[in-house]
């Protein structure tokens, strides 16, 4: 089982819809939870972080973690052609453990 | 706030040869964290330093190799590269005592013809 699973898309929704993307994980030790944007040909951008249970909320985007059922999500409402991009989870141990193990990320398009 | 920069942007390489990528951190963060990106295996870890000093790596050849100097900024270097090396190139930094939250470089996209 890979320590994290996430659905690829693609995913294709019109202007102004909420977009709602997933990732579960297998090892309860992970406790930090991040989301990326990746734009193409750019680097990963970081949108959302948590290290709880509950949800998180950053303007549009809300990021969402389940630990007891190891899953977690992120939210994008009112999405914009400009949110069109690949998202990719994040999770890590932190401390001394530096390294995130990565969602192979879901693509996105947001038509017009 | 200057972000993560990574040089070169775009390398073509041949088979065998080897290669050296440079990455420079945010400034006052003194961890870097390089990762591998390909479209089938998605981001994949390498290896992390701190301190000048390697302190994870991932489950890569010996071929792929790393180190940071005292300014933070760091190389990782491929040796006799093969096809299957071709990717994008990615570092990221943190800061130490949030190794959670890494901000990544734009990336070195590495073709191996």
């Known amino acids: 089982q890979k320590e994290v699973e996430q659905d690829p898309g693609p995913l294709s929704v019109p202007e102004g819809a909420i977009v709602s993307l997933n990732c579960t994980y297998s090892?309860?030790?992970?406790?930090?939870f991040m989301w990326y944007r990746q734009y193409s040909r750019k680097g990963p951008e970081l949108l959302m972080y948590t290290y709880s249970s509950g949800n998180k909320e950053d303007g549009r985007f809300t990021a969402q973690v389940d630990k007891s059922s190891k899953y977690i999500s992120l939210f994008i409402r009112d999405s914009q052609p400009s949110d069109s991009a690949t998202y990719l989870c994040a999770i890590g141990k932190g401390g001394s453990q530096g390294n995130l193990i990565f969602g192979k990320g879901t693509k996105l398009s947001v038509k017009p | 706030k200057a972000g993560v920069t990574q040089t070169p942007r775009y390398l073509i390489k041949t088979r065998g040869q080897q290669v050296t990528l440079s990455c420079s951190p945010i400034s006052g963060h003194r961890s870097v964290s390089w990762y591998q990106q390909t479209p089938g295996q998605g981001l994949q870890f390498l290896f992390e330093y701190f301190s000048e000093t390697q302190r994870n790596k991932g489950n890569f050849p010996g071929r792929f190799s790393g180190r940071q100097f005292s300014n933070s900024r760091s190389e990782m270097n491929v040796s006799t590269l093969e096809l299957g090396d071709s990717a994008l190139y990615l570092c990221?930094?943190?800061?130490?005592?949030?190794?959670?939250?890494?901000?990544f470089g734009p990336g070195t996209r590495l073709t191996v013809l």
């Open positions: 990221a930094s943190s800061r130490i005592d949030r190794t959670d939250t890494q901000y």
């Open positions: 090892n309860s030790a992970f406790q930090y």
